[in-house]
């Protein structure tokens, strides 16, 4: 592009389209999304947040400053185009507004429900200087459902076909970017995922409440739309090697995005007593096996009268909020350190005080006490003080000498973090691991073997699904430059 | 869809079946188990893999009914398609040349042992088969144990077949027979391993115990199937599911194993009684 020509480009985008001048626009109040009562949902598996309608929607879009230079598409970790997007709601142009998103990120309706955006591009929103940043995850989610419920979606013009195979490993968020944006790039792509069902953790772990599962079938289904095939019941490195792959089935590259699913333990006393779950397990039977309909679905899920759930991420909230749903008297969580250290997104903190949750920070689980059938009777934690903070800067909890709490419990679900599953990197010879078990990755996305490539949970430990999106986006521009290279190199 | 090519009852309440799944087939190693969905909105359940046919396609399932799950799929026919099969999960049995083995299988645990005992005597071992059951009809794999094994002893509760008692009367005789016993092998109800390796404990007998918890995912997510070996936790589905049975804590597995007791019995209710008043296949 000429200097000339993009000089007037930028000029055409910073051409303010909203009507209202800045100061106006500063002062209309954040809207806020429909939401059901805390009372009425604590009993079902509804979603919690119905978010805009076009009203709200309209009125939202008309807070976007339309900033010359728009820092929240810098702090967007796939770039959407936010400020052009907002712009299109603007016009009630929806079609265009989602598709405009869909240019950088291929699961909108997805990512405009379970972003952190509080910490991402509502973070540094302009308007958030004086008053509420501007609701752009809401609006996200808003214009991806218009989508659905109206049905135009079309898929994206797919390139011209490469001939080039490539595969791609767990359909979680990260698998199904890397794989739509290879397929549109004209790549012929399989994906394999070991559960019988695609979606990785927005459907096993994620809750119906927060991200109902039909929105993510959707979703997968825009990737098949692309010609995606999606190979189900296949676990790599047990059913078929990364070798194979390359070696027996004419696969040029792999893109690995196994998470990070394995559940951690605290290694104390009682932990497998029955009723002690993790909070994968928990999750898992709820959300991908439906255990809420038992017996209607076959998958059973025994919740008592009063839950003990560990920890204080997104994780925990999960589990605490899905217990709650399942009626027990009261729900007990327990964090070691205070609510300012809490990593679960503040919406969720705030969904889970409002259904009743208890939280007891600064206390630690020490022990877990059974009755003489081996069911869990009680959980006795240590209560912790902060002390200096740690390498990110959290404060270190410490405990304090003698004091204790023990309170009664029939439920425990630990929700202290997962790691990556251990099994591509054991079959995987020459496939460079961490000590904690993650695959380690360049600046593009590639692993210590030639071809193949690997990113989300599964190379940063527990991350964010936007993340997962962002590495799969990284990886596949590497493929494709490195599947194109391979093929000119073959040429001459 | 994972299509059944044959069934046959082999004992009351419990069937044999050839699934078609040519990737299991052809992966599998003695010891490999499968995580099976029978139908819609039902449950992922761990089957060991009893035999497998890479030619064609097919591995081989030995089930007993009796839950919902295990109902339903006895029920099935040739011509009828699991929805779900996945695998082969697990470690699969070390096989070496030790010498002189024992194999101990009780219930249906012998359609697990028997796999284990065919390629212990490939691998050129002095297979010593020992199988129990409650009585004569529920016998099952009687001439593919007695196929692999050098010597083969049956128990049944009431004596209607064998000697009567149960495998470790026969494993007391057994041990005080053959002094040369580098390892024994058991599955079955855990009760019975427990015996079992409190058995062959007294005699520093190597022993390995292949696991039943509950599963789901059967490949390290959830944390269901954790057992406690040694002290140490493991999960039975990646690290197992033959541990160490003198390292084992049988009592907890047992407890742990209890923890859906009413919701299985209410859901076997619901569906027996659906059946009955259908007459047919549900
Ligand atoms: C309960 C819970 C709540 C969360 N809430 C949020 C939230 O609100 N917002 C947010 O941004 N993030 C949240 N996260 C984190 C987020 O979900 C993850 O960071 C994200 O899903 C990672 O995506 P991924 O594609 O790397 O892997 P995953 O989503 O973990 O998907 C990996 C897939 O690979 C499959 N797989 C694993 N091994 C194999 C194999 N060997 N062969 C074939 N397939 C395999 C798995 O079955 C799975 O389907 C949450 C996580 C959990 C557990
Ligand atoms: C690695 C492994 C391999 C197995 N191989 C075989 C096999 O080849 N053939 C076979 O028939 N069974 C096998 N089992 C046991 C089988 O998985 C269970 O019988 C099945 O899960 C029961 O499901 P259900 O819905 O029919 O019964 P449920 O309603 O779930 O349970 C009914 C009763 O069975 C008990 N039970 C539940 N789960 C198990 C379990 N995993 N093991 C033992 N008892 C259980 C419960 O305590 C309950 O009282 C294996 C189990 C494991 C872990
Ligand atoms: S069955 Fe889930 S971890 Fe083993």
Redesign the pocket.
């Known amino acids: 592009m000429s200097e000339r020509k993009r000089a007037r480009n930028n000029g055409k985008a910073n051409e303010r389209v909203i009507h209202l001048k800045p100061p106006e626009r500063m002062k209309i109040p954040r809207q806020q999304p429909i939401e059901k009562e805390p009372d009425y949902r604590v009993c079902n598996f509804e979603e919690v947040s119905d978010g805009f309608d076009v009203n709200l929607a309209s009125e939202e879009a008309l807070r976007c400053l339309e900033c010359k230079d728009p820092v929240c598409m810098k702090a967007c970790p796939v770039n959407i185009d936010i400020r052009a997007f907002i712009r299109l709601i603007y016009k009630k142009d929806y079609d265009s507004a989602i598709k405009k998103i869909r240019e950088s990120n291929y699961l909108p309706a997805i990512c405009g429900r379970v972003c952190p955006q509080e910490s991402l591009c509502e973070n540094v929103c302009l308007v958030g200087k004086r008053n509420e940043p501007l609701a752009i995850g809401k609006l996200e989610r808003f214009v991806a459902d218009y989508e659905l419920k109206n049905g135009n979606f079309s898929p994206p013009e797919i390139k011209e076909n490469k001939g080039q195979k490539v595969a791609v490993v767990g359909a979680g968020p990260g698998g199904l970017t890397a794989a739509a944006d290879l397929a549109i790039r004209g790549y012929e792509v399989t994906i394999y995922e070991a559960l019988h069902e695609a979606g990785g953790v927005l459907k096993y772990g994620i809750p119906e409440f927060r991200l109902p599962k039909h929105i993510v079938d959707a979703e997968v289904d825009r990737v098949k739309a692309l010609g995606v095939k999606i190979e189900t019941n296949v676990i790599i490195g047990r059913t078929l090697t990364i070798d194979e792959l390359f070696d027996e089935m004419d696969f040029e590259a792999v893109y690995i995005g196994t998470g990070a699913g394995s559940p951690r333990f605290m290694n104390i006393p009682g932990e497998n007593l029955s009723g002690v779950y993790s909070a994968s397990e928990l999750l898992t039977r709820v959300n991908l096996m439906k255990a809420y309909k038992f017996p209607e679905y076959?998958t059973p899920l025994k919740i008592g009268n009063r839950v003990a759930v560990v920890g204080g991420g997104d994780v925990a909230m999960d589990a605490a909020r899905t217990s709650a749903r399942l009626g027990p008297e009261v729900v007990n969580l327990f964090y070691r350190r205070s609510r300012e250290e809490m990593p679960a997104r503040i919406e969720e903190i705030h969904h889970a005080e409002e259904e009743g949750i208890h939280f007891h920070l600064l206390t630690n689980p020490v022990e877990i006490f059974g009755d003489e059938n081996g069911w869990v009777k009680a959980i006795k934690c240590q209560k912790m003080e902060l002390g200096e903070p740690d390498e990110e800067g959290r404060r270190r909890p410490v405990p304090i000498d003698g004091e204790y709490i023990t309170m009664d419990a029939d439920t425990v679900v630990i929700a202290i973090g997962q790691s990556p599953n251990p099994i591509i990197q054991q079959t995987t010879p020459g496939l460079k691991t961490t000590d904690w078990g993650t695959i380690i990755v360049d600046e593009i996305g590639a692993t210590s073997r030639e071809g193949i490539f690997a990113g989300g949970d599964i190379s940063r430990g527990g991350a964010t699904v936007i993340e997962a999106v962002s590495d799969g986006k990284r990886a596949s521009r590497s493929i494709d430059e490195y599947l194109t290279e391979k093929k000119a190199v073959l040429k001459t | 869809m994972y299509p059944v090519i044959s069934k046959t009852t082999i004992a009351p309440g419990i069937s044999r079946l050839e699934v078609e799944a040519p990737l299991i087939a052809k992966k599998r190693k003695p010891g490999n188990?499968v995580i099976v969905m029978p139908v819609e909105k039902g449950?992922r359940?761990?089957?060991?893999i009893?035999e497998s046919d890479p030619e064609n396609g097919t591995i081989t399932?030995?089930?007993?009914?009796?839950?919902?799950?295990?109902?339903i799929i006895n029920k099935m026919e040739a011509g009828d398609h699991f929805i779900d099969v996945v695998g082969p999960l697990?470690e699969p049995t070390p096989i070496k040349n030790v010498g002189t083995v024992v194999c101990v299988g009780g219930g249906?645990g012998t359609?697990?042992i028997y796999p284990m005992a065919k390629a212990l005597k490939e691998a050129g071992n002095r297979v010593i088969g020992i199988i129990g059951a409650r009585n004569r009809e529920m016998v099952i794999l009687k001439n593919e144990m007695a196929d692999c094994s050098d010597e083969l002893h049956i128990t049944t509760d009431d004596g209607s077949y064998g000697l009567k008692g149960f495998v470790t009367d026969a494993l007391a005789q057994v041990i005080d027979e053959n002094k040369t016993i580098q390892s024994v092998y058991t599955t079955g109800p855990l009760p019975m391993m427990k015996a079992v390796a409190e058995q062959t404990r007294k005699f520093e007998l190597h022993t390995m115990a292949?696991?039943?918890?509950?599963?789901m995912d059967g490949t390290g997510m959830c944390g269901a199937?954790r057992v406690s070996v040694g002290g140490e936790l493991k999960f039975?589905c990646v690290d197992g599911?033959e541990f160490d049975a003198h390292k084992v804590n049988f009592n907890e597995l047992i407890q742990r194993?209890?923890t859906?007791?009413n919701q299985?019995k209410k859901?076997?209710d619901a569906y027996n009684e659906k059946c009955k008043t259908r007459g047919a296949n549900v």
């Open positions: 076959d | 188990f449950e359940i761990p089957l060991t009893v399932l030995i089930v007993q009914a009796i839950g919902k799950t295990t109902h697990g249906v359609a697990v292949s696991l039943n918890p509950i599963m199937c039975t599911p194993n209890k859906y007791f299985e859901s076997l």
